[in-house]
Structure formats: structure tokens, C-alpha cells
């Protein structure tokens, strides 16, 4: 048989590509090394070496075994880690999820662990990325594709392969242990490449290639720590048709902004005349971002098959096009409507607490355990009360409907918030104050808007495990916009299984520390 990744890359070999993925089977070493992708030089944590790291791919039904191996030595930087599978519901495999200290202990140095679990009922655009401390900020964090053999909107375009895979990315020209107290990134990269203000012009932008007539789908994938973007491709309208793995009802857009975390796929077809255009990603921050696009910044080119091997003869920061079709939450919308009430109703305030310089989710910042929740769980805790970090920890029934609202206007926002186990209906969107109990978008990464939005978000308590919910604005996590929610509690250890190797993490990671202190 075939394998997928191999018979992927000979399509895109014999299309003209270079690229190539791994999976579902797949070692994945991470490792340190000195990269400038806007032209700036300084060592980095990677996936394989590479940046972005290389795309997992697999096909709806399969089983993923990943061995992530821990081959990090520059001790400027964290030399532990583990690997989130971002959008997967890791059903009887709360062990593999991957977030440090609330599904597992790190893996030290030396050492490699294996992440199995299935994806049986999942299909779409899903990403990785270290979930220890701010450790992605550095770079690690890739896409990971899972192809539906039987994709209902498989009609609507021709091409789908590693090279229609777009992520956009903030890059950051200091180390995250060494961070101010407000990052700020210093570049947009697009599949890897950018300039900075300042920087270089002779840096290569990314290219993304295209024949004329043809459709694509465009995987967009933001691997973001910080940033929202908007993207858009000029003289050329998107049809969106995928939102984070549940496929919606096309519609029609000629720009969308992505906030951290979030994936689309989008179906463009290449009718334009044949020359070279601006793909645009123009990020935004609660203070600022890189504004413009003066000299490339922000940009990539959307080249056409027969036009020059340059860039886009139109200057990128003067010919800005003005987005008329903008995408809007509330207009897209899942194949099957799923109406229901909530048994369960939380409300999350969320604070900036200046005099800590921490996040409070209803009065209280998330420090992480010493000891993971699942472990708790597995050491016999029988009910969420009994769970550490206290205040951070909300018990959820089995079989339960789950409305969670979480009102905007915390400093720093929009937030982007993440539900790890599961994905949800959005029955309120930021900006809007009308409800859709009817047919509302299923995501698994929302913003909470601004001051006056009350977000809310329906789920099913149908998974049991502890399964972090926080803000996928890293720095944000880990200053304490997070809490966990201890989903069936006294099925767990029935439900959830481990490994030996799992088992083994958390001695392993103990040690280590102690080792690490005493020299």
C-alpha cells in the first residue's frame, strides 16, 4: 500500500512541488539551531530543524504514532517539552494531548516519548506546537493535515497538497526566556519567510504558485503566539469551506482575519490574468502591530504559472486593496444544524490584575501543578475538588451540555480562546449580540472580542479527562488565562489509558530539575 505522505509528495513532485510531509507514522526530533527567516539570525527551537515544522499528515481513520525525540541543547533557551495535537478530541487518550503539567510531565533531553492515538471520526486542518511554557514562540509549531477520503466539497476544487498549505506566524528577534514584560514580534512570516521594518529588502518572500484555471484549497493555518491576521490574495475572492475541521457551507469572502490557533480551508480559483499578485497577512495586536506593507512586509506572492520569477510589479504598500466581502463569524455555518439547552452554564470574568501582571479567570490566575491532573486523577482523586491547582479546576458531568460564556474587555484582547477534548458551537460571536441556537459555527478557537461582547459557546460533555481551556495568545497562558475542566472525573481511569513511557515522565522530569538546580 501506499503511503499517504509518500503518494502526496509524488503529487506534488509531478506538480512542480517541492514539498513533503511526515506521518501518521513518523519520528519528530526536536532540536535547536541558528535560522533567520526575515534575515535576522538567532537560534531557535524546531520541529526537524525546519520552520515551520514539517507538516503531519494523515487520512480520516487513521492512527497517529508520533515519536517525539528531545535532542535540545542550547540552555539559553527551555530544554524540555511536549507536543500539542491542536483540534483533536484524543477520545480514550487524554495522556497524548500534550499540555505540561495538565496531561503529562515534560520529556527532558535524551529522551523521546510516543504520542499514539486515533482520529477516527475528524477530518480537516489541525496544527502542532509545544505546550511548555512559551516554548513555541521559539518555533515549534507546524501544520498537520487529515485528508477525507469522501470530502463533500471535494467537487469544489482540483488541487490539495502540501503546497497549498499557508501558515502565518510571528517571529520574534529575542529568545522567549528572555522576553519583556510585553513581547512585541518583530515580523510576519508566511510559509516560513518574511522582512522586518528595517531589515533586509533581498530576503526572499514566500511564493505561492498557481495555474491558471485551476482551483485550490487553501489550507490556512494560523501557528501564531501572538497576532491576529488578516489574509487576503488580491484581485482574488476566497470560498470558505472548512473552519478548524468541520466543514460549513461555502461562502463566498474576499478577506478574513484568523486570530491565534484558528485554521480555514478556502477554495480559490485562478482566473486572473497571469502575473505575479500580493497574498497578504497584515497582523494585529492590542497594541499595534506591523502596519503596512512597504517593501513586502507582511506579504508573500501568489504567482501565476507563465508570469515572471519576481515580485508583483504593483507597490504592496500603495495598491491596498479595500476589503468589500470581509468574512464574518456569524455568516458561516455548519452542514447539520444541532439546537439543544445547556444543563450546564459557567460564566469565566476575565481580569488583568496589573499588580501582578497576572491573569485572573474568576479571581484567579492558573499556576501549574507540580504534579499533572491527569496523574491526580490516575493517583486516585475522585471528584474535581480534590484537584490542584484549587480555583482553576471545574468539574463537568458526563453527558452534559455545557454553555460557557466569557465576557470580552480583559486588557491585551481580543482573546483568542482554545477548548482542548472537544469543539464547540458558537452561539454568540464577538461583535454580535443575537444567539444562533439554529445552525452556529463549530470551531475549536474563538475570540471574546472587546468590552460589551458576551462570547458564548456551547458543548457536550461526551470525553472524559481534564482538558485545558486558555488563551492561545502564549504569554497569555502563561500568565494565567487558563483554567481546566475535569470532564467525568470518576471515568477516567477506565475511559483514559496510559503508557509505561507516560508513566515514566513525570520521575524522569523530577529528576531532572533536581540534576538541573544542583549544577
Known sequence: MLHLCTFVFLLAT????????????????????????????RIATLADGIFPGPIIRGKKGDEFRINVLDKLKDKSLDL?????????????????????????????PKESFLYSFKVPDQAGTFWYHSHFKNQYCDGLRGALIIDDPNDPHRYLYDVDNDDTVITLADWYHYLSTNAPARPAFNSTLINGKGRYPGGP???????????????????????????????????????????????????????????????????VTANQPITN???RALPKTAGGGISGFKGGIDAAVFHYKGAPNANPTTDSAVNVPVSKIPLIETNLHPGKPTPGGADININLQVLL?????????????????????????LSGAKKASDLVPTGSIYGLSPNKSVELTIPGGAIGGPHPVHLHGHNFHVVRSAGNSSYNFN????????????????????????????????CHIDWHLNAGFAVVFA?????????????????????????????????
Open 14 to 41: 509531478l506538480s512542480g512541488g517541492l514539498s513533503a510531509c511526515i506521518g501518521p507514522d513518523a519520528s519528530l526530533p526536536i532540536v535547536n539551531k541558528v535560522i533567520a527567516p526575515d534575515g535576522f539570525s
Open 353 to 377: 490584575n496589573l499588580t501582578q501582571g497576572l491573569f485572573d479567570v474568576n479571581g484567579v490566575p492558573f499556576e501549574s501543578p507540580t504534579v499533572p491532573v491527569l496523574l491526580q486523577i
Open 80 to 108: 524540555a517539552t511536549s507536543i500539542h495535537w491542536h483540534g483533536f478530541f484524543q477520545r480514550h487518550t487524554n495522556y497524548a494531548d500534550g499540555p505540561s503539567f495538565v496531561t503529562q510531565c515534560p520529556l527532558i
Open 201 to 267: 529588502s533581498n530576503v526572499s518572500l514566500a511564493v505561492v504558485k498557481v495555474e491558471q484555471h485551476k482551483r485550490y484549497r487553501f489550507r490556512l493555518v494560523s501557528i501564531s503566539c501572538d497576532p491576529s491576521f488578516v489574509f487576503s490574495i488580491d484581485s482574488h475572492t476566497m470560498t470558505v469551506i472548512e473552519v478548524e475541521g468541520v466543514n460549513v457551507q461555502p461562502l463566498v469572502v474576499d478577506s478574513l482575519e484568523i486570530f491565534v490557533g484558528q485554521r480555514y480551508s478556502v477554495v
Open 277 to 279: 499578485y500580493w497574498l
Open 439 to 470: 445552525n452556529p459555527v463549530i470551531r475549536d478557537v474563538v475570540s471574546i472580542g472587546n468590552f460589551g461582547d458576551n462570547v458564548t459557546i456551547r458543548f457536550f460533555t461526551d470525553n472524559p479527562g481534564p482538558w485545558f481551556f486558555h
Open 487 to 519: 470532564e467525568d472525573v470518576p471515568d477516567v481511569p477506565s475511559q483514559d489509558i496510559t503508557t509505561a513511557a507516560w508513566r515514566n515522565l513525570c520521575p524522569a522530569y523530577d529528576k531532572f530539575i533536581d540534576e538541573t538546580k544542583h549544577h
